[in-house]
């Protein structure tokens, strides 16, 4: 687990399979970067970013959660825990980049 901190600017926060929490995530210019999670399984498009990510929030902070096991669906019985967004509130849209392709998944509440 590492704390990641950005600088001023654009930020790309790489994360792998550990839980990162990323403390200062701006919104309008920082993106994820689930590459080494994903690259080999997805294809934007045809493939949907749901089916292999979800960002849950309780409000206050958002946690990625990445389904490495294919792309039928979001299986959440798979998915990894990869980051925590300190300070993401619902509805965000958080930009992700696998590979070669950017895209957006937008955080939903915690289903309890």
Known sequence: MDNLIGGDGADT????DGLDTIDDFNLLDDQLDLSALLDAVFDDPPDNIDDAVRIESDGNNATVKVDTDGLNGFNAATAIDVALLSGIGLGAN???MIGDDDVTATSVAIVA
């Open 13 to 16: 926060f790489v994360v792998g």
């Open 94 to 96: 958080i930009s992700i």
